[in-house]
């Protein structure tokens, strides 16, 4: 009956709906069912609604609107309590980590400062703000003085706490989903990301494997997921590890007898993060203790994020079991960054840095520093330093000569796919049209793989995009031929010899 009234809303008192939630629901369901469905302004109460620089120092502040709302409701809560305290109430300062309330006398304050009826309005607040909680304080309307050193004294509990989970999980700051500049090399390795983070656990994506060569953006995937956890469920735990790091943590448990305390810090997490998998090849025993570590927490819906240099596929010299686990989830291979996500990465640098360089230099480097993210903050760093020296002013000239050690001298700027075809038909003694038509036989099929090599290796294109090149081939078919050209070495050592005569 009471479930039904719930549903439909007839003839049930808003205080009761608010008891029912608050003590029977809520051991199920998330407070936060209030704040979605109870957000209407009850009968015979009216709730004051602050407006920004209104008298007095007010804020608008939508969640202590909504809370105020959630807590008309409460009937722990007398007419008098809400209607001459805590309506009166105004918000002094909220930057969402910090609430500060101000009440309007000596008297209100004594009521909710350390009382039982603060730790109500502080509950209903969490409720408000998504089940997040923040830091809330109450002062006297116009304390200045108080004001301030509240704010103050909280920030620094605030810094302080997220400096401790960072220490306890292995986790940087720096490395977040906002920061990761994403273009078609990664676009949905970041998606998947994103969403791992959302909804950690979830079987279609767990274990969440990345690999791909160094200082493609692997960790800050890694560590981004992490971080987005811990802000989004921040009840969760969750370490951040390297596989060494692992490793040398159960070789000590071996010597310390301490195993017991290394297996619950690793199998007692809601995500995992594992860096550089591949450190396992070789150490048998280590194999073992992660496979068991993996099952249990597979087992109980925990996450598992893993980076690697190569796909598990390649992983020839890890235990067969592992290998299979790691393909059970999601793989995605991170690409180096092409042109524009070059552009992009230095372009956002520029912009934290507050100085400009022009596009003809941004150019240069976005053309010739390729290999990877790593390298191109590198030459942005050393940039960074030499414009503070010449007082914002360097020209390409300089730059150019400042680039040297991470640029090859004499490098060809500008080689493009039609150049790359064109030296391969010349060397092979071909016309250049064969190797984009749809000719099969044993010498234009060999030009073609080496072609279509050489654009992958040289120019980091994506596989798609070769194949729309050469003829409109499937992206299977240019990996493939790509596959032919890296494992044989006499066709490997002619692509290079091509190269090196274009450059």
Same mark, same amino acid.
């Given at each position: ?111 909710? /400062? ?122 969760? /735990? ?84 592992? +290998? ?37 230099? +941004? ?47 004499? /490098? ?79 066709? /490997? ?11």
């Amino acid at each position: 009956m009471t479930i039904n009234m719930m549903l439909t809303g007839e003839n049930l008192d808003p205080g009761l709906l608010y008891r029912l939630i608050r003590f029977t629901i809520l051991p199920y369901f998330s407070r936060i069912i209030i704040a979605k469905c109870l957000f209407i302004i009850p009968p015979n109460r009216d709730i004051m609604l602050t407006t920004p620089f209104s008298p007095g120092g007010r804020m608008e502040s939508s969640v202590w609107n909504n809370a105020l709302k959630l807590l008309s409701y409460d009937s722990d809560i007398d007419s008098f309590a809400y209607e001459s305290v805590i309506s009166k109430m105004s918000v002094a300062y909220d930057d969402n980590d910090v609430l500060i309330l101000a009440a309007r006398d000596e008297y209100s304050l004594s009521l909710v /400062k350390g009382q039982k009826l603060g730790k109500t309005i502080e509950d209903a607040i969490k409720t408000a703000n998504n089940g997040k909680a923040c830091a809330v304080k109450y002062i006297l309307e116009g304390d200045e003085k108080a004001l301030n050193s509240s704010v103050n004294a909280e920030k620094k509990v605030v810094r302080q706490t997220r400096t401790e989970a960072v220490t306890s999980t292995g986790l940087t700051g720096e490395f977040t989903f906002a920061n990761f500049v994403v273009g078609d090399c990664n676009r949905f390795a970041h998606a998947s990301a994103v969403s791992v983070a959302s909804k950690p656990g979830q079987k279609q994506r767990n274990p969440f494997f990345l690999w791909g060569n160094s200082g493609l953006g692997k960790t800050h995937l890694m560590k981004a997921i992490g971080n987005a956890v811990l802000e989004q469920h921040p009840e969760k /735990k969750v370490i951040y590890t390297t596989c060494e790091a692992f490793t040398n943590a159960f070789i000590a448990t071996i010597n310390t007898n301490k195993y017991t305390e290394f297996r619950n810090k690793f199998r007692t997490v809601d995500v995992l993060l594992i860096d550089d998998i591949q450190f396992l090849i070789g150490k048998e025993g280590v194999q073992t203790e992660f496979f068991n570590t993996f099952e249990a927490l597979i087992e109980a819906g925990k996450q598992i994020v893993i980076t690697c240099d190569k796909a598990p596929s390649n992983l020839t010299e890890l235990n067969s079991r592992l +290998i299979s686990r790691f393909q059970d989830g999601i793989m995605f291979d991170v690409q180096p960054p092409d042109f524009e996500t070059r552009k992009a990465i230095l372009l956002s640098k520029l912009e934290n840095e507050s100085f400009t360089l022009s596009d003809e230099i +941004i150019n240069y480097i976005c053309e010739n520093v390729t290999t990877n993210i790593r390298q191109l903050n590198g030459a942005f760093n050393t940039i960074s330093s030499y414009i503070t020296l010449a007082n914002g002013e360097l020209t390409l000239d300089d730059v150019q000569k400042i680039l040297i050690p991470l640029i090859q001298p004499n /490098k060809k700027k500008y080689l493009t796919p039609e150049m790359i075809i064109k030296a391969v038909s010349n060397y092979y003694d071909l016309n250049p049209d064969k190797l984009t038509s749809k000719l099969r036989n044993a010498d234009v099929s060999t030009a073609r793989n080496v072609a279509m090599y050489m654009c992958r290796e040289y120019l980091e294109l994506k596989y798609e995009k070769i194949g729309q090149l050469f003829g409109g081939r499937k992206h299977t078919t240019v990996m493939h031929g790509c596959d032919n050209v890296d494992e044989n070495k006499e066709l /490997k050592a002619q692509a290079e010899e091509i190269y090196k005569a274009m450059t």
